[in-house]
C-alpha cells in the first residue's frame, strides 16, 4: 500500500521575539502570571514586511531544501491558516507564486488551530488516492494582526511563525512497521464557536475583527476532546501509548499538555514543548515544534510520533506516523 511518508521539514520565525517583560508594558499582566497558566516566556511577533505567506515561504524553501527537493517536484501545495494575506486568493497560490512553481494544485484549508493536522490528513487522502505523489503542507499564521492588544487574556498568548513538511508517496507494507501516515483522525463541533472565534468578516462585519476567547470553557473542553482523538488513533492502528516515541501537541498551553499526556499515561519526557519559544502559534504550532525536535536529533527515523491540536470551532484532531 501507498504511505505518505516525511521526507523534509523546515520553519520560519519573524524577526521580532517579544518576552513576557515586553508584555508587562503593554498590558496589566506579569512574566509570573503568563509563565505559571500557560508556560510562555516569549513569542514572536512578524514586522514590516513579514506576512503569512513570507513566512510561509520561508518555511517552504526550508522544507524543500531539506528534502533535497525543488518546487517542480511538489505536486500539491496545502496551507493551512487563519491569517490569510487576502480574504483572496488563497495564501497558498501566493506561496506557489513565490516559489515559481506554475503546475499543479494550491489551496488554503481553515481549520483554526487544527488546520495542519486537518492539512496533514488531506494530504494523505491525495496521496494514496492517486491525486499527487508529493505535496507540501504549510501551517502558517500571523496571529498578531487579529489581536485585541488591549485584551490582557488573550493578546498574551499568541504569536506568529510558519513551519512545513514535504509528504511523499513511498510503497508500505500495510503494518505499523511502515514509514508515514498510520492514521488519521478528525473532529469538529460547530455548537462551541463562541468560545473561541473571531468577531469579523467579510460576510457578517466587513471587517477582519478580533480573536474572542473563553479561557475557561476552552481549557474544560480541551483534555477530554485531545484524549478522545488519541485513543482513537491508538485503537485504530493497534497501538498503545508505551508504543509512542514522541507526541507532538498543539502548543497553546502548558497546563493542557501535560494534562493531556498524564490522562494517556504519556511521560512528559516524550513530549515535544516548544510554546514557551513560540506561543500559541495556532495552525503553525506543529511544523514548528516538529522542526524544532527534528533538527535537534530527537525525532529520528522509524520513530512513532503523534500529533493531535485543537483549535476553534471547535475542531479538534490527531494524526499518528512513523518519521
Known amino acids: 500500500m501507498i504511505r505518505s511518508v516525511v521526507r523534509g521539514f523546515g520553519a520560519s520565525l519573524p524577526k521580532r521575539v517579544m518576552t513576557n517583560r515586553e508584555m508587562e508594558e503593554k498590558v496589566d499582566t506579569t512574566d509570573e502570571w503568563i509563565v505559571q497558566r500557560t508556560g510562555i516566556r516569549q513569542r514572536y511577533i512578524a514586522g514590516e514586511g513579514e506576512t503569512t505567506a513570507s513566512l510561509g515561504e520561508a518555511a517552504a524553501r526550508a522544507a524543500l531544501e531539506n528534502a533535497g527537493l525543488a518546487p517542480a517536484d511538489i505536486d500539491v501545495i496545502i496551507v493551512a491558516t487563519s491569517t490569510p494575506d487576502n480574504t483572496f486568493p488563497a495564501t497558498a497560490v501566493n506561496i506557489q507564486n513565490r516559489l515559481g512553481m506554475h503546475h499543479g494544485a494550491a489551496f488554503d484549508m481553515q481549520a483554526v488551530c487544527s488546520g495542519f493536522v486537518y492539512a496533514v490528513a488531506t494530504a494523505d487522502a491525495y496521496i494514496r488516492g ?41 510503497e508500505g507494507n500495510g503494518t505499523t512497521a511502515d514509514r508515514g501516515i498510520l492514521t488519521a483522525q478528525l473532529r469538529s463541533d460547530g455548537a462551541h464557536k463562541e468560545k473561541l472565534y473571531v468577531d469579523g468578516g467579510p460576510s457578517t462585519t466587513g471587517t477582519v475583527g478580533h480573536l474572542r476567547m473563553e479561557g475557561r470553557e476552552v481549557f474544560k473542553h480541551a483534555v477530554g476532546m485531545i484524549t478522545d482523538v488519541i485513543e482513537a488513533a491508538f485503537e485504530a492502528t493497534g497501538t498503545t501509548a508505551e508504543d509512542l516515541d514522541w507526541l507532538v501537541p498543539h502548543q497553546a498551553n502548558r497546563r493542557i499538555i501535560d494534562g493531556s499526556a498524564k490522562k494517556l499515561g504519556i511521560p512528559l519526557e516524550k513530549v515535544v514543548v516548544t510554546v514557551d519559544l513560540h506561543g500559541n502559534t495556532s495552525a503553525a504550532s506543529i511544523p514548528l515544534a516538529l522542526s524544532v525536535a527534528a533538527s535537534d536529533g530527537r525525532i529520528k527515523k522509524g520513530d512513532l510520533v503523534l500529533l493531535e491540536a485543537m483549535g476553534g470551532g471547535f475542531t479538534w484532531g490527531s494524526v499518528l506516523l512513523r518519521w
Open 130 to 170: 492517486g491525486l499527487a505523489r508529493r505535496v507540501l503542507v504549510i501551517g502558517a499564521e500571523t496571529f498578531s494582526r487579529i489581536l485585541d492588544w488591549n485584551d490582557r487574556t488573550t493578546c498574551v498568548l499568541f504569536g506568529d511563525g510558519a513551519g512545513a513538511i514535504v509528504l511523499e508517496g513511498q
